[in-house]
């Protein structure tokens, strides 16, 4: 397919010939315009990741805190404090990677049917690119604001007595 877009270029008279960052030289300054508009989409990016990362800390400490009975009939039959310690820290761990890899695979899928679109739609040969260490950095990242929202609010849990830990929180 690629090969019919390149002659399309050549016969349409807008030739083919490549800048140093692989893109057609004709194209070069429609992106050196839209430079600018991406900067600010990479600011509005960092901001959306920043907001979601404190909204998933809220609803971890809120999950954790809607169970915190559980945990007091749990250490009233005898579990220690590590021990339910580690069984959330196990349990957000599995939840977050498995959350994480769903939401790799869905965004990658859905990047891919978008560049297909377009490759098909406007003629335009976008090479599609997987930016796995832009994945895998956002993933660490909200591993680490998971794992950290969840070692604070299950200390918290942990070190309170059993009796506040048996009450209702309503």
Do not use: C
């Not at 809120?62 to 039959?77: D, E, H, Q, V, Y």
């Not at 990677?97 to 939401?103: C, H, I, N």
């Amino acid at each position: 397919m690629l090969s019919n877009v390149r002659n399309w270029y050549i016969s349409n008279g807008f030739g083919w010939k490549e800048s140093s960052v692989g893109i057609p030289s004709k194209l070069s300054g429609d992106f050196a315009i839209a430079e600018p508009i991406f900067s600010i989409l990479w600011v509005v990016v960092i901001f959306a990741l920043i907001v979601s990362a404190l909204g998933l800390a809220v609803i971890v400490f809120a999950s954790l805190r809607t169970r915190s009975r559980s945990f007091g009939i749990l250490k009233a039959i005898g579990f220690d404090r590590k021990t339910i310690h580690r069984m959330i820290l196990l349990e957000s761990f599995v939840i977050t990677l498995v959350g994480a890899l769903l939401g790799a695979v869905a965004g990658i899928f859905n990047t891919w049917l978008l560049f297909d679109s377009v490759n098909v739609s406007l003629f335009i040969p976008t090479p599609f690119i997987i930016p796995w260490i832009m994945i895998i950095g956002i993933m660490g990242t909200f591993s680490v604001v998971t794992l950290l929202s969840n070692m604070i609010t299950a200390r918290n849990i942990t070190n309170q007595p059993i009796v506040d830990n048996i009450q209702l929180y309503e």
